[in-house]
């Protein structure tokens, strides 16, 4: 701090002069120098970069932000609102350099962000000083993109004036310009001012085709246009044409096609107006311009600057005059229209602010003017710091470009800047306002302190000021102290100052008042406060005061120490005041008044005390003195070169003194100027100044300054010195360029400022001249328009012509005046240089072929003119040409004619004529066209062709120059020689035609020939051509349709005869529709189904995905190549009936009574019910929350066919859920939400229980238990004591509340009986009481119990209390038992239990987090000496419910069936199910299912999509575990490969396209979604495919254009459905040009590949496939050979017996593949359910897959029939069933299996891991066999796990996995012969095979194999499928006697796969049984 104070302490020593220290820290505001457009637009290719540059001082930092709100400003009239921030830099995308530049990137289209690339951005430069903003920059990125052109034709009237326009995309209209137009591909047509007399293209882009005639129909029309960003020039695709249609007769009035027009041009551009109307005959134009002030129209005369042609009204070189409101009146004898054009002219946008740099004094006022330049001006705004500045109390706008700012203070100061503002452009101009001479301003103040001796102190102040001020400090008015203790430190960082005293280790002494002053040459500030140190008083020494004569003195008393009590001053030894003039203040100071010298001089002594009486003085010498005072002096009137002095006397005043001299408050430094300072010699009170030669800079104030040590007197007298005018830049004579902008330099100085004016001459006489005065009401600034409005008078002085013309050319004077002096002025001559050009740039001419052509161009411009000709960039033949050149009489230019003598067609071309003079070059183009006969036509190509029409086009590349008008098509006929030739006429504006009438299948020859005025040309080469076949010309017939289910009609029919097909027939298209009620034919479209060729005359169709029961209209067409015949007659068919789909709506219930419910609803939607309701079903079920074990809650119903019904005998106050569905013939529909319903209240049931207990001898206590049917709310309890006395009277019931449940009976008297009974109390009533419980007092009180025992439901880890009330005399004694036995506290029923039960003190049994296992009866036992009592708790434990076991019956594309059984509900009732799903590639799905169902229908579902699915239950303890997931798939495949072996079928081909039809695409059962179509040309060099289409939408037919006549293409054709795609690859070869096409050359898939095969196969003796069989074969035949000898060895050894054995070997082998089909086909019946957790179900865990799994001996038990009833004689032996197991397999339920040594089986083939799978006895989902499925219908099917299944849900599909067709085995529900409950499923499959069951006991548990009826005891079972010849042998022998020979039995099963065995049994015999 010490050296830091010391720095500051030399550098102020150092800037001994303030005005030095003012420069060093005075700034410069930060002014913009380059900034970008107020528009940029860039390409996304090529990025952008905005420049921003300024300077300042300090530097200025430059960063950018987003423009926001009203010219992007922030409102303020402070400045102190806060700033938008900095833009941030956007990786890749926008990044701020360090120069200040901000760089966009180029990007890809896909990094397009609006707020980057289509935002505005401000530039803001930032220093100390100010804050300034550039001009908003609207930026714009434009991502590239492909376009095209169009032209839009013209319809117009001959005569008239025909306009084409380029139609440009919108999205980049903007950046595109028109250039250019094409004739005819040749002539091209440039924009220009008059045109060629008949095209006359407009700046704007139109192409005027003047006075249309018949000819002009005939040429084509294309714009170029080109992109001003890429530079890319672009030619329309589409040309346009002319269509002149013929003058109406009579008089047609104009009729304008465009009655108000707007354009926006810039300054110095060319401008054309259109009046283009239609009308006969041609009308006359007259042009008014509107005048702005009066409103009147003023005709309008041509001038060289603005003339009319053709109804045009041409503008040379627009400018901001020439905006306004032009009205185009076109008459003729009909009438006349009226066409407004309203015209901008814009001009770059500029302001300019004086004065750029101000310097007002605090509390003036300044002002600004911002001069506005460009057009137009639509805001002009202000802005201080970069905040807009509102109209206010300071801040005053006179207009909108004049700011005043009253009364300026210190936030004024900083950078104002003028905003000028347009649609499109911006500007910016910007000034600084500096404060002046300001006073000091303390802008922070020390405080006072009272503090111990002995810390540090720092006191500080900060001042601000201008110039910046100096601070010094005082101690009680005198300097501070001189000692190392105080240190003083000053510094200025920002314009302010900043002093600070720091004293160290504080003494006494130092304690008083201190005050810091703050001074400039302006004023000064103080402030003062006081330091107060504890201690005694001191009083520090005062040195001599300087006081002056007449004013007021004051004089502090140094006084230290604290506190003080008193301070008091004296005069020698007189106290102080002694006269009227002395005041002393309580704080010691001293006033004297009007001090007078010989009086109040001399000394003063100052004492100070405390209250403790310590005193200290001190000495003050006051010395009075007389202040200087100044004669006044003058300067007088000086004029520049004159002397002048004056002298400053000082006329009194004590000395001794001192004189100085300043101008402009600025001190005057002799030796840095001619102005001389002397004083006079012996005389130090006066001064003069003296300048020899004064001019305008020695104008100002000067000020004379006298001081002594009492005081500073100043006189200022003003010097003015008057200076004529003088040259600055004198004018010369300029040389001006034709169009471009001048400035005549006229810049003068002198004082006062001098005025110019400027003056042209009339004519070339010297003297007359017209003075340009300003226009009235011109703004002042830097730019004032002068009348005329192209000239403009620069504020220095200079006349700026904008665009000179020529008539500006001539001599202009410059005046310049300011009174002093006869002035300036000066004559110059403006002389302007025509540089070359010619109006029309370009022309066509027409000349006949032998003619000589004149082709003349026309250049205007200053002379001389240099021409030259050339023909398409090369120089003439001088020998058929000659060129003559002649110069213009009225104007300067020149003409050149060029003659061409005897041209010929190679004539024709561009001859360019090249002009120049020494100002300018310019060039005209003339297309020269020599007309003739049109040459032949050619390319005559085949665009279409049909069986009686052919269109065919054709080139004409040259048209003779002349139009066509037609062309003669011939054709005839190749049916033999002589054929006759037809003719037919085309128009001429045509290059194809179509020929009709033409016979199917025929060959024709084709010629055409082109006609123009000059004659007909020659004729084309023919063209041959092959008719195509019809379509069919009869419909199907036998058409036949038969339902078959509810969703599907089979539809049968023959095809239509021979003789009609007209080719060969492709297929069948089959349509439907469904048939509305009262619906006229045809009124719905039909759908359409394509059926291929079937090959035969017989076809037929499955039509699936119908709605249900609706009819359906069916018609066929047959179609071949050509299209499709005429439909068949409707056949009308209806779908089967079917369930209905949805609940039947808007139930509604209401109770009736206490017992009864009303219930209504409405039939379900009629689009729902699919058939005939035949009735409803009611399903309803208690739902209170209570167990519902202690209620029946089972659903009930109750069916009924009407709308309403009640439901009777409910239980009273009971909630009831209720649930209706409908159901057809079919079956019942879904079922409704649930509603809810109460039965209304009733008088509740007797309470459960009472005890009546002696608890005394004269008390009792009545305990009871709430009532069991409460049928209400309980309000009491009514408690009956009776007396049984002599009198008997009944005894007034007690009142008991309810949550009361025991009473107690006092005073109670011996040998008297009592009777109690209680009865509780709902709103409805009283209820029935207890039975009467009665007992007599005695003296005995024996044990007993007041608990109830009973049933408790309790959930799993819950504490439990049971409670064991005992009463008795003397206390009883408790005893638990649990289930009869002694409750061991520590060891409780549960050995899981972990916690040990507590019997609490009043006998409690509490059992804490209860298992199930805790379960069972608790008894509670008490006993006395006088008796004893019991009651037994059963506790029931509940848990959440045990995993179902899942599974699935059936799948279709959409949805999946599933079945479940739930074993173990955990004790509560399960509550519902919870069904999760998911694809395998997606996210979980939950549904929720009713707990009442056990089926349930996925639907909805992606077809051909693997599935997993899992189900949850859950009751009101939890879920139960989550079942084995399921991984099922939903119908359907990836498409099939489409029918290509006759290619027919599926392409249709043409000599340029190849069809196909897509129709006929096999989709697997998956809807296909798209095709993706490639081609390739077979020997194509790159072998690329090109994409026909990657979205191809399925359709009939889809084309492959673009393709050669005749060509070889390899096709490859992608379809995509849901469940994947399929490829198919062909080859197809389009026609040839004629119509024939080669079939022969079309191949299928596999002949492609086959062909391309062939190409890649290798030499034979290379080919493996080859080499390897044969060397192979060369081994077998030898080993053969030996094998054969060996066999006929062992045949002539062998017997009958091994034939027998060899022929069962062969038929085996012959069928090995066969019979493991078709055990495996059984085994796919037989379903495996998931692992089961009980035990009794681990048995049905593994089941086999497969035949490999199958061991093919078992033994089994046969038990002995049961007793037949009577009538169940036929049927008195049951059938045994038994499943296969493998080895290793436990015993089914009851049956007895027994495996036997088995031979060795072949080691299975197939991977590693099917094996292990089938090891594991896991369901291989691969395998898919087809079964047949049970079907049934029977609304006794309400087996738990059943469910009612409709027609449509039971059909079989062939491609299920196993396990979606097979029935759901439960556990248990695969019967022995010793089963008791036979198992429903195989009863429904009886049924469904026809096998009636008389009664229950007559089913039969069966597997799922084909039973057959049998008589004694029958075993079926499923036999290999044998392949050859021999039977099967079954062998059957008893197991307990394996000694006995087997017993064979043969059979011949006819390729069945069953067979049936027939044994007489033996009564509990075992048999095996082998096949």
């Known amino acids: 701090m010490l050296c830091t104070t010391r720095v500051v302490l030399l550098l102020a020593a ?67 609102q806060q700033q938008p921030g900095p833009v941030p830099n956007v990786p890749g995308l926008r990044h701020q350099l360090l120069n200040g530049s901000l760089l966009f990137l180029p990007f890809p289209a896909s990094a397009y962000r609006p707020d980057v690339h289509a935002s505005a951005y401000r530039c803001v430069a930032t220093n100390s000083v100010g804050r300034v903003l550039g001009r908003e920059v609207r930026l714009k990125a434009v991502v590239l993109q492909q376009y095209e052109l169009r032209v839009k034709g013209a319809l117009v009237s001959r005569g008239n004036t025909a306009v084409l326009r380029c139609q440009v995309p919108s999205a980049v209209k903007d950046y595109l310009t028109v250039t250019s137009w094409l004739q005819d591909d040749t002539f091209n047509i440039y924009p220009s001012s008059d045109g060629d007399g008949k095209f006359h293209m407009l700046p704007s882009g139109e192409l005027l085709v003047l006075n249309v005639d018949s000819s002009d129909v005939y040429s084509n029309y294309h714009c170029r246009a080109t992109h001003r960003l890429s530079d890319e020039t672009l030619v329309s695709t589409i040309p346009g044409k002319i269509t002149v249609t013929e003058t109406p007769r009579g008089v047609v009035p104009p009729r304008a096609f465009e009655r108000n027009v707007n354009l926006e041009v810039k300054r110095d551009e060319l401008v054309i107006l259109p009046c283009i109307v239609d009308s006969n005959p041609q009308p006359e134009y007259r042009w008014f311009m509107l005048s702005d002030t009066t409103g009147q129209m003023q005709p309008l005369h041509d001038t060289e600057h603005r003339y009319r042609i053709n109804g045009l009204l041409v503008l040379h070189r627009a400018r901001a005059a020439d905006s306004g409101r032009y009205i185009c009146v076109a008459n003729n004898t009909g009438g006349s229209e009226r066409v407004e054009f309203g015209l901008l002219v814009t001009a770059p946008l500029g302001a300019h602010v004086t004065p750029s740099h101000a310097t007002v004094d605090l509390g003036r006022s300044a002002e600004f003017v ?206 102080l005041p002694i006269n009227r003039r002395h005041l002393v203040f309580k704080n010691g100071t001293l006033v004297i008044e009007k001090l007078q010298a010989n009086q109040d001089g001399g000394s003063y002594t100052c004492s100070a005390s405390n209250k403790q009486g310590n005193t200290a003085s001190g000495m003050a010498h006051i010395n009075v003195m007389v202040p200087p005072a100044i004669t006044p002096f003058t300067f007088g009137e000086l004029s520049q070169g004159e002397r002048v002095k004056v002298t400053c006397s000082v006329k009194r005043g004590d000395m001794p003194l001192s004189i100085s001299w300043s101008k402009d408050r600025r001190p005057i430094v002799e030796h840095a100027s001619d102005v001389r300072v002397t004083d006079v010699a012996d005389d130090s009170y006066s001064s003069i100044l003296a300048i020899s030669s004064v001019t305008s800079r020695h104008s100002g104030n000067y000020t004379c300054v006298a001081r002594n040590p009492a005081k500073e007197t100043a006189y200022t007298a003003e010097l003015v010195v008057t200076v004529p005018p003088s040259w600055v830049v004198e004018p010369e004579n300029k040389d001006a360029k034709l169009g471009q902008n001048v400035v005549l330099n006229c810049q003068v100085e002198g004082f006062p400022k001098p005025t110019i004016a400027w003056k042209k001459a009339l004519g070339y006489k010297p003297g007359e001249y017209s003075e340009l005065r300003p226009m009235e009401g011109s703004t002042h600034g830097p730019i004032h328009p002068v009348q005329g409005g192209s000239m403009q008078l620069l504020i220095n002085g200079s006349l700026l012509i904008e665009s000179v013309k020529q008539e500006d050319e001539g001599r202009y004077l410059c005046e310049a005046s300011n009174g002093i002096g006869i002035g300036l002025s000066a004559v110059i001559t403006l002389t302007v240089n025509a540089p070359v050009q010619f109006k029309i740039r370009s022309k066509k001419e027409l000349v006949r072929r032998g003619s000589t052509a004149k082709l003349q161009c026309k250049a205007s411009g200053d002379n001389p003119i240099m021409v030259k000709w050339q023909k398409e960039n090369s120089h003439l033949d001088i020998h058929s040409i000659s060129i003559k050149n002649s110069t213009l009489t009225q104007e300067n230019g020149l003409i050149s004619e060029l003659l061409i003598y005897d041209t010929k067609r190679t004539d024709s071309g561009v001859y360019t004529c090249f002009a120049s003079n020494d100002f300018g070059h310019d060039q005209m183009a003339i297309h020269l066209l020599v007309q003739d006969a049109p040459a032949k036509p050619t390319n005559l190509r085949i665009l279409e062709y049909e069986s009686r029409k052919v269109t065919f086009e054709w080139n004409q590349e040259q048209d003779g120059n002349s139009p066509i008008t037609r062309y003669v098509v011939s054709y005839r006929a190749l049916h033999g020689v002589g054929s006759q030739v037809s003719q037919q006429v085309v128009d001429g504006s045509q290059t194809s035609t179509t020929v009709s009438n033409l016979l199917p299948d025929t060959s024709y020859t084709i010629q055409v020939a082109a006609e123009n005025q000059l004659g007909v040309g020659e004729p084309s080469d023919e063209l041959q051509v092959r008719t195509s076949d019809e379509q069919p010309s009869h419909s199907p017939q036998d058409l036949m349709v038969e339902a078959r289910t509810s969703t599907q009609l089979h539809v049968s029919w023959n095809s239509p005869p021979v003789d009609t097909w007209n080719g060969q027939l492709l297929g069948y298209y089959v349509g439907h529709r469904e048939m509305m009620s009262n619906e006229r034919a045809g009124t719905n479209q039909y759908n359409f189904t394509t059926v291929p060729w079937p090959g035969n005359g017989k076809a037929e169709l499955k039509m699936d995905n119908l709605k249900k029961f609706t009819k359906y209209c069916i018609v066929v067409q047959a179609f071949n190549m050509k299209g499709a015949g005429p439909t068949s007659t409707e056949v009308v068919a209806q779908t089967l009936e079917d369930v209905p789909e949805a609940p039947p709506r808007d139930l509604h219930c209401a109770a009736s009574t206490s017992e009864s419910i009303e219930v209504n609803w409405q039939p379900p939607p009629d689009d729902k019910v699919h058939g005939v309701i035949q009735g409803y079903r009611l399903y309803y079920e208690a739902v209170e929350d209570i167990d519902l074990y202690q209620i029946d809650n089972s659903a009930q119903s109750k069916m009924t ?115 109690v009974w209680v009865a509780a109390l709902t709103r409805v009533g009283e209820g029935p009481g207890t039975p009467v419980s ?132 955990g004790g509560s009732p399960v509550k519902g199910f919870v069904l ?50 399921l991984k099922e798939r939903t119908r359907g495949s990836k498409p099939l490969p489409p029918p290509l072996s006759a290619a027919d079928a599926f392409l249709v081909l043409n000599a340029t396209k190849i069809g196909l039809r897509l129709e006929s695409w096999p989709d697997g059962g998956c809807p296909i979604v798209y095709f993706v179509v490639e081609f390739v040309p077979v020997g194509s060099a790159t072998g690329e495919w090109q994409v026909a289409s990657n979205n191809v939408q399925p359709q009939r037919l889809f084309f492959i254009n673009g393709l050669n006549p005749g060509s070889k293409y390899r096709l490859r054709v992608i379809a995509h459905n849901a469940a994947g795609s399929t490829t198919a690859n062909l080859i197809a070869t389009t026609t040839t040009t004629n119509g024939f096409h080669d079939l022969s050359a079309t191949v299928n898939a596999n002949d492609a590949e086959r062909n391309r095969n062939d190409l890649e196969r290798p030499p034979l003796h290379r080919d493996v496939k080859v080499v390897a069989p044969l060397a192979i074969s060369c081994l077998a035949i030898p080993l053969s050979l030996l094998s054969v000898c060996f066999c006929l060895k062992k045949k002539n050894a062998g ?114 891991s099917d094996r292990q799978k089938r090891n594991r006895c896991k369901l291989k989902t691969d395998r898919r066999e087809s079964e047949e499925y049970d079907s049934f219908n029977s609304e006794s099917d309400t087996e738990q796990g059943t469910s009612s299944r409709t027609e ?124």
């Open 14 to 80: 150092a800037l001994t002069s303030r005005d030095v220290l003012a420069a060093v820290l005075e700034g410069q505001g930060p002014m913009i120098i380059v900034e970008p457009p107020a528009r940029l637009e860039f390409t996304n290719s090529s990025g952008t970069r905005l420049d921003c540059t300024a300077q300042g001082s300090p530097a200025v930092s430059v960063t950018w932000s987003a423009s926001v709100g009203l010219n992007g400003l922030s409102s303020s009239s402070s400045g102190s």
């Open 370 to 575: 911002c001069a506005t330049m460009g057009h137009p001006v639509k805001t002009v705004a202000w802005a201080k710091d970069g905040n807009v500045l509102r109209d206010g109390h300071r801040v005053r706008f006179v207009g909108r470009e004049r700011l005043q700012v009253l009364n300026v203070q210190r936030e004024d100061q900083g950078m104002y800047q003028c905003f000028v503002k347009n649609d499109h452009d911006m500007a910016q101009s910007t000034a600084e306002l500096r404060l002046g001479d300001t006073p000091p301003q303390l802008m922070y103040k020390f405080i006072q302190q009272t503090i111990q001796p002995g810390p540090s102190v720092s006191l500080k102040c900060i001042a601000a000021g201008n110039p910046t001020p100096s601070i010094k400090w005082t101690l009680d008015g005198f300097p501070l102290p001189q000692n190392e203790r105080f240190l003083i430190g000053q510094y200025a960082p920002h314009g302010d100052v900043i002093s600070h005293v720091n004293i160290s280790a504080v003494n006494v002494e130092d304690g008083g008042t201190y005050e810091c002053i703050a001074t400039n040459r302006v004023g000064d500030a103080r402030h003062r406060a006081q330091l107060n140190v504890y201690g005694l008083p001191h009083v520090r020494s005062m040195p001599e005061i300087s006081a002056v004569a007449g004013e007021t003195l004051y004089v502090a008393c140094p006084v230290a120490g604290y506190p003080i009590d008193s301070i008091k001053w004296y005069r020698g030894d007189r106290l």
């Open 1201 to 1315: 066919k009407s709308l309403t019904t009640v439901l009777h005998g409910l239980l009273k106050y009971t909630n009831y859920s209720i649930q209706v569905l409908s159901f057809t013939h079919v079956g019942e529909g879904v079922r409704s939400t649930r509603i809810y319903c109460r039965t209304k209240e009733d008088v509740p049931g007797p309470p459960a229980d009472v005890r009546l207990l002696a608890t005394s001898q004269d008390t009792a206590l009545v305990t009871w238990l709430p009532p069991k049917q409460p049928n209400g709310e309980i309000q009491k309890y009514y408690i009956y004591v009776r007396v049984m006395d002599s009198t008997g009277r009944k005894v007034e019931p007690k009142v008991v509340p309810s949550s009361s449940f025991e009473y107690e009976i006092r005073d109670l008297r011996k040998r008297h009986r009592y009777e």
């Open 1334 to 1465: 009665s007992f007599t007092p005695t003296n005995k009180v024996s044990a007993a119990i007041a608990s109830f025992g009973g049933h408790i439901v309790v959930a799993s880890r819950k504490d439990v209390r049971l409670p064991c009330r005992a009463v008795g005399q003397p206390e009883p004694v408790r005893q638990w038992l649990a289930n009869g036995r002694p409750l061991n506290l520590q060891h409780s029923a549960s050995e899981q239990r972990s916690t040990p039960l507590q019997i609490l003190s009043d006998g409690t049994l509490l059992m804490a987090s209860v298992l199930r296992t805790d379960g069972g009866d608790y008894t509670c036992v008490v006993t006395n000496e006088h008796g004893k009592d019991q009651i037994t708790y059963q506790l029931s434990v509940q848990v959440p419910p045990a995993t179902p076991l899942l599974h699935s019956t059936g799948s279709s594309s959409s949805s999946i069936q599933l079945q479940w059984k739930l074993g173990d509900d």
């Open 1476 to 1525: 999760h799903y998911k694809p395998e590639q997606g996210e979980w799905t939950e549904t929720r299912v009713d707990r009442h169902h056990s089926t349930f229908t996925l639907s909805g579902l992606r077809c051909g999509t693997q599935y997993h699915v899992y189900l949850v239950a859950y009751n009101r303890l939890g879920s139960s575990p989550s079942s084995v997931v």
């Open 1695 to 1808: 017997g009958a017996s091994s034939a027998a054995s060899a022929a069962s070997l062969q038929n085996h082998s012959n069928s090995a593949s066969e019979s493991k089909s078709a055990a495996q086909q059984y085994y796919a019946t037989v379903r495996k359910p998931p692992p089961s957790p009980a035990p009794d179900f681990a048995t049905l865990e593994c089941i086999p897959e497969y035949s490999e799994d199958i061991y093919p001996y078992a033994t089994f038990h046969v038990p002995p029939p049961p007793a037949p009833a009577p009538h169940e004689e036929a049927m008195s032996t049951k059938l045994q069933t038994f499943v296969y197991r493998g080895i290793g397999a436990e015993l089914m339920q009851g049956a007895s299996f027994r495996h036997l040594p088995s031979p060795p089986r072949a080691k299975p083939q197939g991977p590693k």
């Open 1848 to 1971: 449509s849900s039971n059909q079989l599909d062939d491609n299920l996995h196993p396990a979606l067709n097979a029935d759901l085995l439960y556990p248990g529900g695969l019967e022995s012969s010793t089963s008791t409950e036979p198992s429903p499923i195989a009863e429904r499959r009886l049924r469904a095979l026809g096998i009636k069951t008389p009664n229950k006991s007559a089913r039969y548990g069966m597997p799922p194999m084909i039973p057959h009826n049998a008589r004694h005891s029958t075993t079926s079972f499923m036999a290999p499928k044998i392949g050859g010849g021999g039977d099967p042998v079954a062998k059957v022998r008893p197991v307990a006697s394996r000694n006995l020979q087997d017993n064979n039995k043969s059979f011949s099963p006819n390729k069945q796969r069953a067979g049936q065995l027939s044994v007489i049994s033996s009564k509990n015999a075992d048999y095996s049984i082998r096949v």
